[in-house]
């Protein structure tokens, strides 16, 4: 079972689960809000912006490629890392849902070093934590743990879930380059309301992302009493 209408061993059916997730949790275009806050007066914020995308990319390719196979090479099932990794995104997202504005003053007090001087940022804090934090990696871990456990169709969920992390990653780089008409457009309220849509959007993929593990936990213990 997916969220995605298409199954996970095509390219379009695992960009359909990531995209959504990661687009959710990175949320680029209420993070350019505070971005623009914290770099009003420096004369680099344009080229920041391109930066902060390559460093998001990165990030987020290395959490997906890697992350659920150095949790599998330490003993982790695939089916437990799903669950865990299930929990950790619904969680994240049901804070995000519940007091956005909790989670605005957090990203707001880790961006704030940018907003002096004019030292290079790019990596730490406006990388991370501020685009790509804790959160950002969790969620990514979690998606690369739904990819087919037999085996079969690897490769297309995994080149489907990078093209998702390219589109955040140039989503990011767009909304932080043109910052100041995101929040002529937006406001702090109108991100606000973004924020609580795309956090029940992300609350629905981990709550699938958990179905998917529990199902195959039961499906291993049933075949292991069989």
Same mark, same amino acid.
């Given at each position: 079972?997916?969220?995605?209408?298409?199954?996970?061993? +095509?390219?379009?059916?695992?960009?359909?689960?990531? /995209?959504?997730?990661? *687009?959710?949790?990175?949320?680029?275009?209420?993070?350019? @809000?505070? /971005?623009?806050?914290? +770099?009003?007066?420096?004369?680099?914020?344009?080229?920041?912006?391109?930066?902060?995308?390559?460093?998001?990319?990165?990030?987020?390719?290395?959490?997906?490629?890697?992350?659920?196979?150095?949790?599998?090479? *330490?003993?982790?099932?695939?089916?437990?890392?799903?669950?865990?990794?299930?929990?950790?995104?619904?969680?994240?997202?049901?804070?995000?849902?519940?007091?956005?504005?909790?989670?605005?003053?957090? &990203?707001?007090?880790?961006?704030?070093?940018?907003?002096?001087?004019?030292?290079?940022?790019?990596?730490?804090?406006?990388?991370?934590?501020?685009?790509?934090?804790?959160?950002?990696?969790?969620?990514?871990?979690?998606?690369?743990?739904?990819?087919?456990?037999?085996?079969?169709?690897?490769?297309?969920?995994?080149?489907?879930?990078?093209?998702?992390?390219?589109?955040?990653?140039?989503?990011?780089? @767009? #909304?932080?380059?043109? #910052?100041? &008409?995101?929040?002529?457009?937006?406001?702090?309220?109108?991100?606000?309301?973004?924020?609580?849509?795309?956090? *029940?959007?992300?609350?629905?993929?981990?709550?699938?992302?958990? +179905?998917?593990?529990?199902?195959?936990?039961?499906?291993?213990?049933? &075949?292991? @009493?069989?």
């Amino acid at each position: 079972m997916s969220l995605s209408p298409l199954p996970l061993t +095509t390219v379009i059916g695992a960009f359909l689960l990531a /995209f959504p997730a990661l *687009f959710s949790i990175v949320n680029p275009v209420g993070a350019a @809000i505070t /971005f623009h806050q914290v +770099t009003e007066g420096r004369a680099d914020r344009h080229q920041l912006a391109w930066r902060i995308a390559l460093n998001a990319l990165l990030i987020l390719l290395g959490s997906l490629l890697l992350g659920s196979y150095i949790l599998n090479f *330490f003993g982790v099932s695939l089916g437990a890392l799903r669950v865990a990794g299930g929990l950790v995104v619904a969680i994240r997202a049901w804070q995000l849902l519940m007091q956005p504005e909790v989670n605005e003053n957090r &990203k707001t007090n880790a961006a704030a070093p940018a907003e002096h001087g004019q030292e290079d940022v790019a990596f730490f804090p406006l990388t991370m934590p501020f685009t790509t934090g804790p959160g950002a990696i969790s969620v990514a871990i979690a998606l690369a743990s739904q990819r087919p456990s037999d085996g079969n169709g690897v490769v297309e969920f995994f080149v489907g879930v990078s093209i998702a992390a390219i589109l955040v990653a140039l989503l990011v780089g @767009i #909304s932080y380059r043109w #910052s100041g &008409k995101v929040l002529a457009l937006l406001g702090a309220s109108g991100a606000r309301v973004m924020s609580r849509l795309v956090a *029940f959007l992300l609350l629905c993929v981990g709550v699938q992302i958990i +179905t998917s593990g529990l199902e195959s936990l039961i499906s291993s213990y049933l &075949k292991a @009493i069989a």
